[in-house]
T-cell receptor, first 118, second 113 residues
Framework: GAGVSQSPSNKVTEKGKDVELRCDPISGHTALYWYRQRLGQGLEFLIY????????KSGLPSDRFSAERTGESVSTLTIQRTQQEDSAVYLCASSPRFADSILRYEQYFGPGTRLTVT | KNQVEQSPQSLIILEGKNCTLQ??????????LRWYKQDTGRGPVSLTIMTFSENTKSNGRYTATLDADTKQSSLHITASQLSDSASYICVVTRGAAGNKLTFGGGTRVLVKP
């Protein structure tokens, strides 16, 4: 079946512009995560959505970053007034439900959006 | 502080040889530990996942071990193939909710013919 998709695959923008990144999770997956991966570095958690619960925004690096998700469908990550340090690959992942200690559910990752801020 | 440390940062091995990657963590409370493979330009793909009570898990030529007492895990690759060239990421989940993940920096493996 279809996996997690992200668009665009590549985005080049000028410093100071706003960008919007899109993630389409696997149908039926209630949990959705956004991560950032700078060149040669590990993944950084940004934000987590679970169903209709309030999102966990604890990983967002600044108030220039925001994300939305309507129900259990598509999510958008918005970066306002982009800076050069925002250049990274932004990865989205979805899970079918909470992963607890008994029921273990994998995160399925999309291919990412490579953002370059010039 | 919740941390996941991986070693080595990178390694080069010859096709057909075995290798072992290490992961040490200080995450608490521990829920589960996962190993992911990330090909260049792609999203991570899950290899194994282990809870506290599991000490080994295999997925084809990949075998992960977990010692919850010493908070160490390893990923062993048997009879490496060129397609094993990738970054391998250790991820530890803390808490029962499962949404608090700590990622290691990854080990970059290059398999040469």
């Amino acid at each position: 079946g279809a996996g997690v998709s992200q668009s665009p695959s590549n985005k080049v923008t000028e410093k100071g512009k706003d960008v919007e990144l899109r993630c389409d999770p696997i149908s039926g997956h209630t949990a959705l995560y956004w991560y950032r991966q700078r060149l040669g570095q590990g993944l950084e958690f940004l934000i987590y959505f679970q169903g209709n619960s309030a999102p966990d925004k604890s990983g967002l690096p600044s108030d220039r970053f925001s994300a939305e998700r309507t129900g259990e469908s598509v999510s958008t990550l918005t970066i306002q007034r982009t800076q050069q340090e925002d250049s990274a690959v932004y990865l989205c992942a979805s899970s079918p439900r909470f992963a607890d200690s008994i029921l273990r559910y994998e995160q399925y990752f999309g291919p990412g959006t490579r953002l370059t801020v010039t | 502080k919740n941390q996941v440390e991986q070693s080595p940062q990178s390694l080069i091995i010859l096709e057909g040889k075995n290798c072992t990657l290490q992961c040490n963590y200080t995450v608490s409370p521990f829920s589960n530990l996962r190993w992911y493979k990330q090909d260049t330009g792609r999203g991570p793909v899950s290899l194994t996942i282990m809870t506290f009570s599991e000490n080994t898990k295999s997925n084809g030529r990949y075998t992960a071990t977990l010692d919850a007492d010493t908070k160490q895990s390893s990923l062993h690759i048997t009879a490496s193939q060129l397609s094993d060239s990738a970054s391998y990421i250790c991820v530890v989940t803390r808490g029962a909710a499962g949404n608090k993940l700590t990622f290691g920096g990854g080990t970059r493996v290059l398999v040469k013919p």
